[in-house]
């Protein structure tokens, strides 16, 4: 049995093609079933939904042979013990800075002023403002980002932008872009042994699919 791991939502939509490049269904839908393990048309393989920030753990402890999750999550977590054979540019976008519209970002920076910085992305945020030499006092939040600037919790937010309609909405603006972001399928060690062959055929099937999708 080959265990897939992911997580709901944007991941899971963007993946669903690349299953089908390699033949497998997902039998079940996540919309409308409560079920966490998901069977599919391949007797061999089954998907099992986790929270996004789990999936690198169960992927690593063996919960999961393979698993689909952002670079901003393995970046998180550390990621040393997986096996990370392919980006498969989906769930694209980038990890930005952003501030209320009418915070003057530059002139604080300049000034060497102390940022607060509110965000799920300590270790990315602290990596890179420590890199400008920007002092900053990190305030680790599992949501609502957007809010911490407008409720006066932080001067500054590091979050996933997309469209920046999120922004937009709440009234920030993004500032400097950290980096870009997109999914990579991780494996672990210990299984990438024990199965080689149909693990092998589904890193040769996805990176097919990735490569067709680029040219196409
Ligand atoms: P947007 O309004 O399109 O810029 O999307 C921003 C919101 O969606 C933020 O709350 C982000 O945390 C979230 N988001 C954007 N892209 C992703 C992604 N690839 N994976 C997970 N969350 C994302």
């Given at each position: 049995?080959?265990?897939?791991a ?7 939509d ?16 996540p ?16 998907v ?23 670079k901003d ?28 519209n009418?915070?003057?970002y ?20 602290r990596?890179?403002f ?12 599992y949501?609502?980002m ?9 001067d500054a ?11 937009k ?18 494996v ?29």
């Amino acid at each position: 049995m080959i265990t897939l791991a992911l997580s709901k939502g944007r991941i899971f939509d963007d993946t669903l093609p690349l299953l089908r490049a390699a033949n497998i269904e997902v039998l079940d839908n996540p919309d409308t079933s409560r079920k966490l393990i998901l069977d599919t048309n391949q007797p061999g393989m089954r998907v099992v939904l986790v929270r996004a920030s789990d999936v690198p753990t169960y992927v690593e402890n063996g919960g999961a042979d393979l698993g689909i999750t952002g670079k901003d999550t393995l970046i998180e977590h550390g990621g040393s013990g997986l096996y990370q054979p392919l980006d498969l540019q989906i769930a694209k976008c980038r990890i930005s800075v952003a501030v209320r519209n009418d915070f003057d970002y530059e002139r604080a920076v300049k000034q060497g002023s102390r940022l607060r910085v509110a965000t799920k992305y300590v270790a990315i945020a602290r990596e890179f403002f420590a890199a400008k030499g920007v002092h900053v006092d990190l305030i680790k939040l599992y949501g609502s980002m957007e809010l911490a600037p407008l409720t006066g919790l932080a001067d500054a937010i590091v979050d996933l932008v997309s469209t920046g309609n999120t922004l937009k909405a709440n009234h920030l603006k993004e500032v400097e872009r950290i980096m870009d972001i997109s999914s990579r399928l991780v494996v672990n060690q210990a299984a990438l042994k024990l199965k080689q062959a149909p693990i092998r055929a589904l890193i040769d099937a996805f990176a097919a699919a990735v490569a067709e999708r680029s040219t196409s």
